[in-house]
Nanobody
């Protein structure tokens, strides 16, 4: 079984920056797509950004030009650099990864989330 652990959340003022990290560990054979989702209070969980194993990316319109997703395949890590943060970016951010485990089963994995709060 694979585990995802996020880090890097916190409280930041509008216009500030944060960098989220997510480490994947456990029974991993290969990691395919990785991504970040977020869920604000009273709202559905939504996609923020995704990245394929080859490095292709896609972003929610609301974060294009401000957020950058990247990954380190050697370290089984995915990152989210968030710049020009706005109060509406406040949410719990979840790491997601599509993993083929050592039993060669495809699994969809979620981290427990990290809180990002943007407020003055």
């Amino acid at each position: 079984q694979a585990q995802l652990v996020e880090s890097g959340g916190g409280l930041v003022q509008p216009g500030g920056s944060l960098r989220l990290s997510c480490a994947a560990s456990g029974s991993i054979f290969v990691i395919n797509d990785m991504g970040w989702y977020r869920q604000a209070p009273g709202r559905e969980r939504e996609l923020v950004a995704r990245i394929t194993s080859g490095g292709s990316t896609n972003y929610a319109d609301s974060v294009k030009g401000r957020f950058t997703i990247s990954r380190d395949n050697a370290k089984n890590m995915v990152y989210l650099q968030m710049n020009s943060l706005k109060p509406e970016d406040t949410a719990v951010y979840y790491c997601n990864a599509h993993i083929i485990n050592t039993a060669r089963s495809q699994t969809v994995n979620w981290g427990r989330g990290t809180q990002v709060a943007v407020s003055s």
